[in-house]
């Protein structure tokens, strides 16, 4: 990807140590002068998320928020919080996952919000996407678009809310990532897992099922790519031969 003209200015990446949040560090990083990120332990299953993501901000140098929000894991019963709920695969009719963390992206932006006032950045950025969205409503554009205008009008800011992976389907993220160079780092460094297992993962739970797909129609798109330009090239040579045999010819008529 070309690299782009750096922005003045700060941000704060809301990161959960995840493909989609790792992508939009790695989208943010090289668009802003300065990038902070914010995880927040609000009881996730697996304390590895939480250290997953501090590992990954210190390599690249970030400067990482840890903040509690426990009283949301207290407040939501949820399987992402609860031991004792296991994670279905699919909603049950009509309603939301049992993944769902009511008013998990309205306090996660609202506190990131703060935060970024505190140190003195202007654009949060959020991997929420409504392509894949696996029915939450607060991954939708239309509420963060409310959100922005309403902690605009909280803070008396003009905060801009990024949101880079919004109409992006699973195996375009891992196209983006690619484009940013960091496609092995997320593939290798990143948990995504609803079980706790980190790269790959456990390969049977919706979030893994979610991001093989999108990994498996990425590599295969990208081979196909790869092929199409050796062919391409391979062609180009065989004219190229063809040319040269040709003025060795037109050499010995001389
Ligand atoms: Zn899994």
Request: net charge negative; glycine share 10%; charged share 25%.
């Amino acid at each position: 990807m070309k690299r782009l003209e750096k922005r003045k200015g700060k941000a704060v990446v809301v990161f959960s140590g995840g493909q989609d949040s790792t992508t939009c560090l790695f989208w943010a990083l090289e668009r802003y002068e300065e990038v902070e990120a914010v995880t927040f332990r609000y009881g996730q299953r697996h304390a590895l998320e939480l250290q997953c993501a501090a590992s990954i901000a210190a390599e690249l140098g970030i400067r990482h928020h840890m903040l509690d929000m426990s009283l949301l894991g207290q407040l939501a019963p949820s399987s992402l919080t609860r031991e004792d709920l296991a994670v279905a695969d699919a909603p049950e009719a009509g309603g939301l996952p049992n993944t769902f963390v009511p008013g998990r992206n309205l306090m996660f932006l609202s506190f990131a919000a703060v935060l970024a006032k505190g140190v003195g950045a202007d654009t949060l950025v959020t991997g929420v996407c409504e392509t894949d969205f696996s029915g939450y409503p607060d991954c939708r554009n239309i509420f963060i678009q409310s959100l922005n205008v309403t902690l605009n009008l909280a803070m008396e800011e003009n905060f801009v809310i990024e949101t880079p992976l919004m109409w992006l389907d699973k195996e375009q993220v891992w196209e983006l990532s690619d484009q940013l160079g960091a496609f092995e780092f997320v593939r290798e460094k990143t948990l995504t897992c609803y079980n706790g297992v980190p790269a790959d993962g456990c390969g049977e739970c919706p979030a893994c099922k979610l991001r093989r797909n999108g990994l498996e129609r990425y590599l295969t798109r990208r081979a196909a790519a790869a092929a199409g330009v050796g062919a391409q090239a391979g062609a180009a040579n065989a004219a190229g031969m063809r040319d040269e045999a040709r003025t060795d010819a037109g050499g010995e008529l001389r």
